[in-house]
Each structure stands twice: as C-alpha cells, then as structure tokens.
C-alpha cells in the first residue's frame, strides 16, 4: 500500500470513528434531555463553557440537536475569564466567532479572591468553583437565561456519587437538573448520560482549542483524583462496571436501603413485597421500574439529523 493509500485508509478510519462518536453522544444527549425534560419550548439555556473539552462538546451536541429538536430554544455560550496568569483570553472569542451563537465572556478577578484566602499550597478548587458558578448564576439572570447547562458527564455523576459515600457520608451525587440553593437557578447536565472517554475521543478529533484548568497552579482534588483512579482501574478490570453502577443510580429501591426518611420502615405492614406496597406504608413510591434512558418519539425527533447530517 502507498504511503496516499495508507493515509486515505486512516482518514477513512477516523471520519467513520468520529460519526459513530458524533451519533452516540447525540443520542446520549437526546436521551437525557427528553428523560430529565432538561430542555423546554422557550427556554433560553446559557451554556458554560470552560474551554474543557466537556463544554466544547456539549455546547457542539447541543447546537447540532438544537437544529433539529421537536422544541425550540435559544443557546448562549458563556465563558468566565477568571484572570488566572496565563489564561490565554483570545482563544475562546476566536472560537465563539466562527460560530452561528450569541456569547458572552465575563472578566472577573476571582483569582486573586481565592489566592488571598487559601493556604499556599492548599487546593484552591473548592473556592474558585463557587465563585465562578455565584458569578455565572448571577450574570444568568442578566442576560434573560432560564437555565445553565454545565458539562459533567457520566464519570463526573458517579465520582462525586463515591466522593459522597467515602468522604461525606452521603449516598449523593450530581442531579441531571436541579434548582440552586436560592431556588432562582435550573442548573442542567446534557452530558450525564455520555462517558468521559468517548467525549475526550469526540475532542481530540475535532481538534477543540483546549485551554487547561490548571493554569493558576491549584494543585488537584486528591480525593477525587484517587477515586477517578480506582475507577478507571475498575474499568480496565472489570468492563462494563461503569456502566452497571450509573444504571443502579438510575434505579433506586428507597424499601431496600437504610434510610427511614425516604422510606417507612416503621409503618412496613405484612403483605408488602416485591417493592409493590400498601400505599400507607410507603413514604416515597419505590419502583422497579428500569430508568434507563429509553427513545421516545421525542428523542426521534431530535435524532432525526443524525441520519442526514453523518456523511
Ligand atoms: S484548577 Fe484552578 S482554575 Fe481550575 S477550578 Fe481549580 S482553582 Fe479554579
């Protein structure tokens, strides 16, 4: 085979590859907007974007759905310049041009904030993510956006999930949708159904401008950095764990747990069995239905431009 050959056979290889990435996360996506009725007629939704390659992905899978969805609503991308040294501040706005999108680049020096504040030498993660999401929260409502998309996927969901059980004492993770403390924000996460490595894999394809996260020099969350450890050993070890664990996040049995306050276990009568109560006994309904993300007409119709746009 010639080298023009060899070549045209891997350009082949890596279009094929990225359609069938392009297709999943589309589909992934699609699927949890229409499970977690993330996204509705008339919604004004600001999507964050870092310049991780999480947030190119989402604000891409969310643009090329929007151009098809059965509902429509309006997308602005919204970068938050927090002043870190090094921070490359043209990247994003070169980026953001070329596309068809309202965007927004707020400069805010909650850099120097957080380095007065914490320790040297102390992770400062903790303290710049609140105040980034207070900023981004705050400028939401300036700009008329009704929720806030964030670019957690699927390995993000089940980390902070053992981040919560070992550290916290909390059988807790992170919601596809919830409101902020105040009740004023729709925080969503188009992205919990894709995994992490199909999302770095889409990334790298498309050659994104990845701009780091650790320019300020932070050093990482260790805790979290060991539990992504322990995870991704599982995956090497036992495929298919992953993937098991989220399924059971989506499929809770509150009568099969410990927790007297989503299930009464005080007022448990004979005849109870099998999840299927008398509805006096039971505080929270316990269902064994299998949440799995299902297609809908809905997410058929946000599907339908995969088939015309993959080439
Ligand atoms: S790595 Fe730096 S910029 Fe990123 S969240 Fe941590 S402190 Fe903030």
Redesign the pocket.
């Known amino acids: 085979m010639t080298a023009q050959a060899h070549q045209e056979e891997f350009d082949r290889k890596q279009k094929l590859r990225f359609n069938k990435l392009q297709k999943r996360l589309r589909r992934e996506v699609g699927q949890a907007i229409e499970a977690f009725n993330l996204i509705e007629e008339g919604d004004r939704v600001m999507v964050c974007l870092s310049g991780g390659k999480d947030s190119f992905t989402m604000l891409e899978i969310l643009m090329s759905l929007q151009k098809s969805a059965p509902v429509k609503f309006d997308l602005v991308a919204v970068n938050m310049d927090?002043k870190?040294p090094g921070f490359p501040e043209h990247i994003l706005p070169a980026y953001l041009d070329q596309l068809d999108i309202e965007y927004h680049i707020i400069e805010k020096d909650t850099?120097s904030v957080?380095k007065s504040v914490i320790p040297e030498g102390k992770?400062?993660?903790g303290?710049?993510?609140r105040l980034?999401r207070g900023t981004l929260y705050g400028f939401a409502d300036e700009i008329g956006c009704n929720k806030i998309a964030l670019g957690h996927h699927r390995d993000d969901i089940i980390e902070t999930m053992f981040l919560n059980m070992f550290h916290g004492g909390k059988l807790k993770a992170m919601p596809p949708k919830l409101v902020s403390d105040d009740g004023k924000n729709m925080v969503i996460r188009p992205l919990a159904y894709a995994r992490e490595k199909d999302i770095a894999e889409f990334a790298e394809l498309k050659g994104y401008p990845i701009i780091p996260?650790?320019?300020?020099?932070?050093q990482?969350?260790l805790q979290r950095a060991s539990i992504k450890e322990m995870l991704q050993d599982w995956d090497k070890r036992f495929p298919g764990r992953i993937e098991t664990m989220f399924k059971a996040m989506c499929n809770v049995v509150p009568s099969h747990l410990a927790d007297e306050k989503l299930f009464d276990f005080k007022g448990l009568k004979h005849g109870y069995a099998h999840g299927i109560a008398d509805s006096d006994s039971v505080l929270t309904l316990t269902t064994s239905h299998a949440h799995e993300p299902q297609l809908s007409s809905g997410v058929q119709q946000f599907e339908k431009i995969d088939l015309q746009n993959l080439s």
């Open positions: 927090q870190q850099y957080v992770t400062t993660c303290l710049c993510s980034r996260c650790n320019l300020c020099g932070s990482e969350n």
